[in-house]
Structures are given as C-alpha cells and as structure tokens.
C-alpha cells in the first residue's frame, strides 16, 4: 500500500442496485475517470470500510478491463461479496477473456457490461449480463428484447424511468439502477387532498419544533403513518424488553431530536397501492445523512446538522407528493438555508445538495466548497450505511 500514500484519493460514483420489488440488493461503484484505476482501486479496497458499510448488499464494480485485477488487489475483495461487470469489448481479446474466465474460476461473479460485438463467440461461463438501458432496450428483430434468466443475476443501468423499469423487469433483469424513482409512472396516483394536507402539517409541526402533544394529535389521525412509527420502535434495530404501544411511549424512546427524524423519513414508508417498498424512502435517507456528514464534518454546529438532515428529507416531496416544490415549502415555514437550497439549489446547502443528486461531482465544485476528495468519501459510505439500515427497518 506505501506505494499509493501519496495518491490522491478518487471520486467514486456508487448507486444502489434494486429487485423488481424495489429493495436494495447491491452497491454499483464506478472509479471517475482521470484516476489510477489501480491505485484508485487500493485506495478504495485497502480498508474494510466499504464493504463494511455496505454490508449486507453485495459490490458491483464496473471495469472497462480485468488487467487492473491483480492478486493483490483480489486479496481485498472477497469473491462471496463482489461482482465484476466487465466491458463486453474485451471478449475481442484472448488473453483478457482468460483472465475473466480466471475470475469465474476463483469464485467471483462476472457480469458482460454491454453487448457483445457480432460474430464474437461468448464462452458458455460468461452469460450473466449488465446493460446500459438509458436508450430503453435494444431492437430485436421479431420479438421484444429478453434475457436468459437461467444464467442470472443479470443488471439494467441507466433505468431512468418508470416505464424503462417496467420493459426491463420483464425482460428478466433482477437487478436495476437508476433515477426510475424520481419519475413515477403517470398512473401513481400521489397522496390524496386530505392525506396530503395532514403530512404537510406535521411537517411544518415538525420542522418548527411543535410541542409532541401536537405530533401525538395528527398521527392518530394517518393509520398509516402511526403503524409506521410502532413498527419501527418495536423493530430490532431498537431491541427493547417491553413493546412499545402508545406514542407518548414512542416519542419518550426515541427522543424528540430522533423522532423528528424518523418521521420525516416515515412519510416515505407509507404503504404502496402494490405493497411494494415505496423507492423514495432509502434515496431521501440517502440525502439526508450524506448533507448531515458533510455538515458535520465541516464543523457544522447540531442545529446545521438537523437543517442540513432535513433539507435532503424534504428534497423529494415534490415527487412523492405530486406538486411543486415552491408550494411544498410556502405550506412549511423553513429555515432560510433550507428554503434557498430546495428551491433554487443556492446557498452553500444547495450547493451541496446539488452535489449529492449528481453522485458524481466535479473536483472543481468539491474544492469550491472546501470539501476535499477524502470526506467526500466519507459521507458517501456514512449516507449508504445509514440508508441501508433505515431501507431494512421501516
């Protein structure tokens, strides 16, 4: 590792990997161009960090070329939780395709990132596919475009749209990345006037530090919402002795700083039409902790960290809720730093907020915010872990 000390530490593009039924399975990871892919790679690997944080999803790391896969680097990597998604290209060259076929060898998961070019032969071990889907799935000749289930788990990236998550769920990919979920199909109906009109009051109790009298009093009037909030009490994560039954129980727990917390993210976790996991739910949880670390780790007092917390919370309501963000915040009455990040993405918050959205931003917009390619990092895994856990409890 003395090797690489001196190296910059990379940008690292990571993106969950869902099911068909919207629950996180695995962390996509893409080194940024413009890096050492081996001492990127070190760097990244070197400690358990990542997959620990991660755990219990599985790493899918996209590679243009095995080359950079040295048994050094495979020592960090345990085959049972990486997959390698593989740039098909490579299959024009032996001596690559053997060093794949090594890899399937040695236990690892490979994925052919990509279709192959025509005429070139696919050896029988390498069937599992990854597919850039952004430009929706390729034109087949005689039939709509399916995959061989039988040699899965296969990956859709670049699933942008509802639509495109549907076509490719039932063309047999079982994992899918993508913003799918800030583009609802136009037949989800959002929450209905009087639903609606009750989560942005609590929202506003919330976000003004109301009395918990006042949150006691609208939550027994969301059944959904308060089941929510028992369930999550009463779940593992808070292993207690004695089950919690009342909200004042629930909010004597968890505290007010925590419960107001948890129940911004609740709003998310409100039950679906189709029973399935709302996909906003980890995103929102995502934002959140990441403007949350990144605050923090630029000394951000308690009270910035809450603001900071709630603006990447409140950063998909115009979405789940089906309205304009300027209507969401005149009905909420928050922080000016909040206000400017969510409506015009200014301000050192939006500015960051803006970052978080992108994934991957630019060295330039790190370094303008003081913000160095390390705690970048940081907050990246703090915001995985965090989402991962919050997507497994509620």
Not at 25 to 40: M, N, S, Y
Not at 84 to 93: M, Q, S, T
Not at 102 to 111: D, I, M
Not at 149 to 156: D, K, T, V
Request: hydrophobic share 50%; aromatic share 6%; net charge negative.
């Amino acid at each position: 590792m003395a090797a690489f000390d001196t190296t910059p530490f990379p940008l690292v593009e990571m993106q969950a990997a869902a099911n068909a039924q919207n629950e996180w399975l695995a962390l996509t990871v893409r080194i940024a161009p413009g890096f050492d892919q081996a001492a990127a790679l070190h760097a990244v690997f070197g400690e358990p960090d990542l997959l620990t944080a991660i755990a219990p999803l599985d790493c899918i790391l996209h590679l243009a070329s095995p080359a950079v896969l040295t048994q050094a680097l495979l020592a960090l990597m345990p085959p049972h939780r990486m997959i390698f998604a593989i740039d098909a290209g490579v299959l024009g060259d032996e001596a690559l395709v053997k060093h794949v076929l090594a890899l399937h060898e040695e236990g690892y998961r490979v994925l052919l990132d990509g279709q192959p070019a025509e005429g070139v032969k696919v050896p029988a071990a390498l069937r599992a596919v990854a597919l850039d889907c952004s430009a929706g799935l390729p034109v087949v000749r005689g039939g709509k475009y399916q995959v061989l289930s039988l040699f899965g788990p296969h990956l859709a990236h670049g699933v942008h749209s509802a639509e495109h998550f549907a076509r490719c769920t039932e063309a047999g990919f079982e994992w899918l990345s993508g913003a799918w979920p800030l583009r609802p199909a136009p037949s989800v109906k959002p929450h209905d006037g009087t639903s609606r009109k009750r989560l942005l009051a609590l929202l506003g109790l919330l976000a003004r530090d109301a009395e918990s009298r006042e949150l006691e009093q609208l939550l027994k009037q969301d059944p959904a919402l308060s089941y929510h909030l028992l369930k999550l009490v009463n779940s593992a994560a808070f292993a207690l002795s004695t089950q919690i039954t009342s909200f004042g129980q629930a909010i004597n727990l968890l505290g007010r700083r925590q419960l107001q917390r948890w129940l911004q993210l609740l709003l998310y976790a409100r039950q679906q039409p189709d029973g399935m996991a709302n996909p906003l739910l980890p995103l929102a949880a995502l934002r959140a902790a990441q403007l949350e670390c990144l605050c923090k780790l630029q000394g951000g007092e308690r009270d910035a960290q809450d603001i900071a917390f709630m603006t990447g919370v409140f950063s998909l309501l115009d979405v789940l809720f089906g309205m304009s963000m300027e209507d969401i915040v005149g009905a909420l009455g928050l922080a000016p730093a909040a206000a400017e990040a969510l409506l015009l993405r200014e301000g050192r918050l939006g500015e960051q907020l803006s970052m978080v959205e992108q994934r991957l931003p630019a060295p330039a917009q790190l370094a303008a915010l003081g913000i160095d390619n390390k705690q970048w990092w940081q907050s990246q895994l703090h915001a995985f872990h965090w989402a991962i856990q919050v997507g497994r409890n509620l």
